[in-house]
């Protein structure tokens, strides 16, 4: 029998409702499959800082190190908002956690479930031929991380610029991680950029090509960010993994997530160089419903999923989970967020349980 020490970081809002339903669907996938859970909990968010003053404890990523992988809830609300101290505010505990851990590749698959083309934006026709886009965002470098500068000019008002700068070696282990992904997937990679313009683009392409050659099994093509912003709308299907910068990033992953039709479906994991990962789901804490047993706890029970399947090499047990969801979804199963008129309408503890049943 298998053991895993997973940690989990509750969080804020909806977080502990949801994590609560994930730990049910660990611990039914681990009755199933012949493994054990152990979890460990981790004060993270607005509820550190009302227990302890801070919103990042000293030792919260000493205890995170010490356990296989992370599964965060979600934290933040209005309580601990932008007036606040930075070390009160839930954001700052997120970017630390990330760089603390090494955080540096993103997922976000972003995949049309069956049963819920009626909820996309897509076309109709589009949305039912179905897509599943894995983006890769790289996550701790690019214009985000740059050095920033606001400054008077004689004759021009105030001037600002943020500089965008990566290396070799940031290029190279994400490019790494986007064609390994690819080989456990369909086995294409689309890489994109702004080479026409941008000199961090063209240092990017290059290296992006002679990873090309050395995973020649791996199709690959090139597609600059403006295009591949269009295809996404115009022709999901054709995507297999999508590699980028951070910033391409971070606003093509939320265009392809939003072309799914919900956010409470989608999970996301963030990867370093070695365990643990940590895994979310893509909202947030979701104040306005948080104890009304009204969240859709799908998005973290599917980065459940993508745990087993990215640390811990369970595909079978992964698969087992994806597929209850979407036998769950396509039995009419709906919690607020995605149902139409004439579906079973069901809470976050219910719609756990189908899921736990299911698999
Ligand atoms: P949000 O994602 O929390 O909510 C946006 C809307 O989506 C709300 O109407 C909410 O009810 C709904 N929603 C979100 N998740 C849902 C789910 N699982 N089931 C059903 N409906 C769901 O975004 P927001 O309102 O902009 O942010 C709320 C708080 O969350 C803020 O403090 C923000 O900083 C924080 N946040 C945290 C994370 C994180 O922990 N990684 C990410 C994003 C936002």
């Known amino acids: 029998m298998s053991e895993y020490k997973i940690a989990l970081i509750r969080g804020d809002g909806i977080g502990p409702e949801i994590v609560n339903e994930a730990v049910k669907v660990m611990e039914t996938a681990g009755d199933k499959f012949g493994h054990q859970f152990s979890f460990v909990d981790v004060l993270m968010g607005g509820c550190a800082t009302d227990a302890v003053g801070v919103s990042y404890p000293a030792g919260t990523a000493e205890t ?34 990330r760089k603390d851990l090494g955080l ?28 599943d886009i894995m983006m890769v965002r790289e996550l701790t470098g690019g214009i985000y991380f740059g050095k920033r500068n606001r ?38 990679v689309t890489s994109v950029d702004k080479a026409n313009v941008l000199a961090c683009s063209r ?73 643990p990962g940590l895994y979310e789901p893509i909202h947030g804490s979701a104040p306005d419903i948080a104890g009304q047993n009204k969240a859709n706890p799908i998005a973290t029970i599917l980065s459940v999923a993508m745990m087993f399947r990215y640390s811990f090499g369970l595909s079978a047990e992964a698969q087992a989970i994806e597929d209850a969801v979407d036998k769950v979804l396509a039995d009419g199963w709906h919690t607020a967020d995605i149902a139409g008129s004439d579906e079973q309408l069901v809470g976050t503890d219910k719609m756990g349980e189908l899921i736990c049943k299911a698999i």
């Open 64 to 97: 995170c190190k010490s356990c296989d992988a992370v599964l965060l809830g979600a934290v933040g609300g209005p309580k601990w908002g932008s007036d606040k101290p930075a070390e009160q505010r839930p954001e700052t505990a997120l970017l630390a956690i």
């Open 151 to 188: 400054y008077e000019t004689e004759d021009r008002g105030i001037e600002a610029s943020d500089l965008m700068t990566y290396s070799e070696l940031e290029i190279e282990r994400i490019g790494r991680k986007a064609f390994e992904l690819a080989r456990l997937r369909r086995n294409k």
């Open 104 to 131: 540096f590749t993103n997922l976000r698959p972003a995949a049309m479930r069956k049963g819920m083309a009626d909820a996309s934006p897509l076309k109709k026709e589009t949305a039912e031929q179905g897509f």
């Open 203 to 275: 240092l990017w392409r290059e290296v992006m090509h002679r990873l090309a050659e050395e995973y020649s099994d791996v199709e690959y093509e090139d597609m600059l960010v403006d295009n591949c912003a269009m295809q996404i709308v115009r022709n999901p299907g054709q995507f297999d993994v999508v590699v980028t910068e951070n910033m391409f990033g971070d606003i093509l992953s939320d265009e392809a997530s939003q072309v799914t039709g919900s956010i409470g479906l989608l999970p996301s994991a963030s990867l370093g160089a070695s365990a």
